[in-house]
């Protein structure tokens, strides 16, 4: 494994390690990056041993850009220089956190070692003018130097909250995720054990949705950190195994309370390939999650895409300004899917050869059954593409309402860049 200076070099060559660093010293502020993009750069499988040429190929389909900043105010400063310099930043959520907030968050709550650990980019205040201190390492409460020659996927210390029974499934979702994720590592750690130990049945069942007093399980919580299990895991059958020893677990209510836990535990786990999205149709809808199978022929007079044909919403309101149209008001689309089988058809894909496209479901009378006419309008939107075992989009489905001319529904795919 690295020492600190040979991670922290290899981490400077991403182009986008450089460009954040002209950041920090455009704007005279300090930050730093944590959380799953340090530690895929450091546990992912392709890792540095096929190195990746862009920082952005260790963001997980389904997560943010995690970062802190000394000071609350830094970060309206920082997001506008990103938005600005930062190409393809506009694609990715990113999320802010003081450095006090975490590191008060980091003694009370259980994460592993490798989560504990901050790059740091941009001198100090007391050091503003000495380069060799522009990009650091730090561990709140950990030995970098020891993370870095062992990484450990079980934390290393005990938390000061006790954690209610709805907290320790998603604590345990999220060792599963990590075990299944990185399996170089994992050194004996079995999620379903652990899962089969704990008998959380019995304590999840007491929570009745909407009708107990004090507390209320966030569904939201718990279908993201499945899916995030989901299109992460090396190999399908083992995430799939062990999420049907967790619905024995999770109560029938929750289930049908959700339909993406719905869907997710239906036979749809079975299909040759899935997928999920998350989004909001609207720039003031709630974020909302889909789990998806291939379970439909191709639409008639579409061309052939590489992913199933994914149905997205987009609304808003119109605009009569000269500028009608702002990028991302509608947010970002994060769309994912991945084979069931041993084998991927997304590992090699070379992404600038494939488009993402729209195709607008026509809005019909209720006696044509035909959602498309014989020529189908296609129009590419913006989107940014990445590869592997799960083939990642990230969209701005609200370009698609905007040609459209109204709220609308429409497909989207990806296709050669010469058919679209």
């Avoid at 182009?15 to 450091?42: D, K, M, S, W, Y």
């Avoid at 100090?124 to 390492?137: C, G, I, N, P, Y």
């Avoid at 895409?305 to 009608?324: E, F, H, K, R, V």
């Amino acid at each position: 494994m690295p020492s600190p200076r040979q991670y922290i070099d290899r981490l400077r060559n991403f182009p986008e390690i450089q460009v954040l660093l002209r950041c920090a010293e455009r704007c005279q502020i300090r930050f730093g990056l944590r959380g799953g993009i340090l530690r895929n750069t450091l546990l992912a499988e392709a890792g540095f041993d096929n190195p990746s040429q862009s920082l952005y190929d260790f963001v997980d389909p389904f997560s943010d850009i995690d970062l802190i900043v000394e000071r609350e105010q830094d970060w309206a400063v920082l997001a506008r220089a990103l938005a600005s310099s930062l190409q393809f930043a506009g694609f990715h959520r990113w999320e802010a956190e003081t450095y006090a907030a975490a590191r008060a968050a980091a003694q009370r709550y259980e994460v592993i070692p490798v989560d504990r650990l901050i790059l740091w980019l941009g001198a100090a205040t007391e050091t503003r003018d000495r380069k060799a201190h522009e990009v650091d390492l730090e561990g709140l409460g950990v030995d970098p130097e020891k993370v870095l020659d062992q990484p450990a996927l079980t934390p290393d210390f005990n938390p000061l909250v006790i954690e209610n029974p709805f907290e320790s499934l998603l604590g345990l979702l999220r060792t599963a995720r990590y075990a299944f994720a990185f399996p170089r590592y994992r050194a004996g750690l079995e999620p379903s054990t652990l899962l089969v130990e704990r008998r959380l049945g019995p304590a999840l069942r007491q929570y009745r949705l909407g009708k107990e007093e004090g507390f209320t399980p966030d569904l939201w919580r718990l279908e993201v950190a499945i899916l995030d299990l989901l299109f992460t895991a090396h190999r399908w059958k083992e995430a799939a195994s062990f999420l049907n020893l967790c619905r024995r677990e999770i109560p029938t209510a929750w289930v049908e309370r959700s339909r993406p836990l719905t869907a997710i535990f239906s036979p749809s786990l079975l299909a040759p390939r899935v997928g999920a999205v998350i989004y909001r149709p609207g720039p003031r809808s709630t974020l909302r999650a889909r789990f998806l199978s291939e379970t439909s022929p191709r639409p008639q007079n579409l061309p052939e895409s590489l992913i199933p044909w994914t149905t997205l919403w987009a609304s808003g309101t119109q605009n009569d300004s000269c500028c009608p149209y702002r990028d991302f008001q509608n947010g970002i689309a994060a769309i994912a899917w991945r084979d069931t089988g041993e084998q991927s058809s997304y590992s090699k894909l070379k992404e600038s050869d494939y488009s993402v496209v729209a195709a607008p479901i026509a809005i019909k009378s209720s006696y044509d059954v035909s959602p498309f006419d014989t020529q189908t309008l296609l129009f590419p939107i913006p989107g940014f593409v990445r590869s592997g075992q799960t083939l990642a989009i990230r969209a701005d489905h609200g370009f698609a309402r905007e040609l459209i001319g109204r709220n609308a529904r429409f497909l989207l795919g990806l296709i050669t860049s010469k058919e679209s």
